[in-house]
């Protein structure tokens, strides 16, 4: 069945990057899925008065951030559709209109109708990576702010045996079937580990024809999320996939250890499912 990746286009205050676009476009082409680009154009409510307006022009300062949303939104859709048809990936496009404090939420709901959603790791996007990640109920791929090639023939899976590391594991199961190799990488000093069920994943891949192992790494007092991205790239991994960690308290989120670093930063593209 055909796979539908689902690219946010932010437009404010900052905006999505040409890398992500092209390497959006690089990644549906390598699944040889659809590719959805939606921009966010934003509209800013008025909270102007007049004591206000003596200082500072609030209403012109709101239309001129909706204008340069609507700018901002114009152009990287056609961007992304130029890329899109220069690569013969199916490129859809939609917009949404929203109030900027409920431009996460919106994004959230909107991620729903597709099997991948990916944004770029950047410090302005993280409100929209937790929601996406913790509200959309889909997988969400994290690309760090440099080129990739799109190909992920080795991919790392970051294993616990828990069900967050299962749950991801399933949902990157497009991946795996791609792969010319897999390895679960276990971090056997920060907590007890099942490896029986690891066993039994790894197990289930070689019948699959996929070429699969197990590596064991200890953290040795280092961020749990530090480890794992950086065994995933000493392998030599076009991708890590992990379960992410949370849970909302009062509207805020609070994160699991590995979870936290891996949102802080990145090296290598990465799938979290929640």
């Known amino acids: 069945m055909k796979r539908h990746i689902f690219l946010p286009l932010l437009t404010y205050p900052d905006a999505t990057s040409e890398t992500m676009i092209a390497n959006a476009v690089a990644l549906a082409h390598h699944m040889q899925a659809t590719l959805t680009v939606c ?8 909270v102007s008065n007049a004591l206000s307006s003596l200082i500072i022009d609030t209403g012109k300062m709101a239309r001129d951030a909706e204008a340069l949303s609507r700018k901002r939104a114009s152009v990287l859709t056609q961007r992304a559709v130029n890329q899109a048809k220069g690569a013969l990936v199916d490129v859809r496009t939609r917009e949404i209109r929203v109030e900027e404090p409920f431009v996460v939420e919106a994004l959230a709901e909107a991620s729903r109708a597709y099997d991948l959603v990916v944004l770029e790791s950047a410090g302005l996007s993280r409100p929209v990576v ?21 190909r992920m023939d080795h991919v790392a899976i970051a294993w616990d045996g828990s069900r967050a590391a299962a749950r991801a594991a399933h949902d990157a199961a497009a991946f795996l079937e791609r792969a ?28 699959s024809g996929v070429m699969a192992e197990a590596v064991q790494v200890q953290a040795r007092g280092e961020l749990v999320g530090e480890v794992l991205q950086s065994k995933a790239f000493e392998a030599r991994a076009d991708l890590l996939v992990m379960g992410g960690f949370g849970h909302s308290r009062l509207r805020e989120f609070v994160l699991g250890g590995a979870t ?14 929640h």
């Open 39 to 46: 921009a966010v154009a934003i509209t800013v409510p008025d």
């Open 130 to 150: 937790e929601a996406v990640l913790f509200g959309s109920g889909r997988p969400l791929m994290l690309f760090p702010p440099a080129p990739f090639g799109g």
């Open 260 to 273: 936290q670093a891996v949102l802080t930063s990145i090296t290598l593209p990465v799938l979290l499912s």
């Open 180 to 207: 010319s190799r897999v390895c679960l990488i276990s971090v056997i000093d920060e907590k007890p580990i099942k490896y029986e069920t690891g066993e039994y994943l790894i197990e289930n891949l070689m019948k």
